[in-house]
């Protein structure tokens, strides 16, 4: 009896083993984060990228998102790619400078002279060259996402011209580039990882930050910081990089896959972006936050010279090469 029952038992085993699909062969789940929630151009990119991988290899590759910032600001998660500890990572271009200093480029105030200059130089040779630089910092660069153009926003005045700047206590991104942006501006630049971003806008750390309408409205800091202003004095792209840790295990058709499906997230992205970027106006609009468009941005590309000049000398050349793109 004893001896029927482990038989019993054994089979049952065996049958809901049997009921358990294995991996298959050569698995690869890519844990990709982002500081942004799902339903944002640069997630759900990366979610559509994840389900072509998954129709292409019959459910053998796919993406698991770790989004809105559960993993962190951008500048852990870049290390935890270098490390290895995670596959992939969306972060703008504003914290890959310590990386590649060349992409500090993109980073300088005023630099792109409009949308499609900034894709011509993203999508060309000194883009490609970039993200192939990379590689010496451990990371895969694997595609650009557009996201507009940065504006000031703050919680003390709107600001109409470059006056209103003085003595703002700015939160910029973690690179030195913004924080003496702001500065020449005559407000005071705090650097501060996104994750603690409202927290500080809302304890009066910060007066307010900069962003594009995207961001001000998907991170609700419109909440505690209602004057925008469209001084689009930024234009930094996002990247998405994978570990060259992993990158370097995978069989090569696998690293085909993944190139491949980037250059669909990239196309998928930026045609929600700029959907995104109207849509999250008129939101704003409609309940009832006016952003000021009508800057002179003049003084502010003047106040900002110095910046470009100082952080701009080491790759003056790459800075000539960019400006002679049209
Ligand atoms: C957003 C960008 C994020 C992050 C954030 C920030 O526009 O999409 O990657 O860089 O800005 O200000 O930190």
Known sequence: MKHRKSLIAASLIAAGMAS???????????????????????????????????????????????????????????????????????????????????????????????????????????GTDLLNKLEAGGLIGLGYMDAGSRSFYNNVRPIKSIDDVKGLKIRVMQNPIFIEMVNAMGGNGLPIAFNELYTAMQTGVVDGAENNPPSYESGKHYEVARYY??????????????????????????QQLIRKASALAVERERALWAAREQASLDKLRAQGYEIITDIDKTPFIEATAPVREKFGEKFSDLIKRAAAVD
């Open 20 to 126: 358990v699909p294995l991996a298959p062969a050569g698995a690869l789940e890519i844990k990709s984060s982002d500081v942004h929630p799902m339903g944002y151009p640069t997630t759900d990119a990366i979610a559509y990228m994840g389900e072509l991988l998954n129709t292409w290899t019959g459910g053998r590759i796919g993406i698991k998102i770790f989004h809105s910032m559960q993993l962190g600001g951008e500048k852990e998660a870049l290390e935890q790619v270098q490390l290895g500890a995670l596959e992939m990572t969306r972060v703008s271009v504003g914290v890959v400078g310590p990386i590649v200093e060349e992409f500090n480029a993109f980073n300088l105030p005023y630099f792109f002279r409009s949308v499609d200059h900034m894709h011509k130089v993203v999508d060309g040779e000194i």
């Open 229 to 254: 202003t469209l001084t689009e004095h930024l234009m930094v792209p996002e990247i998405f990089v994978f570990s060259k840790k992993v990158w370097d295990t995978l069989p090569a058709l696998d």
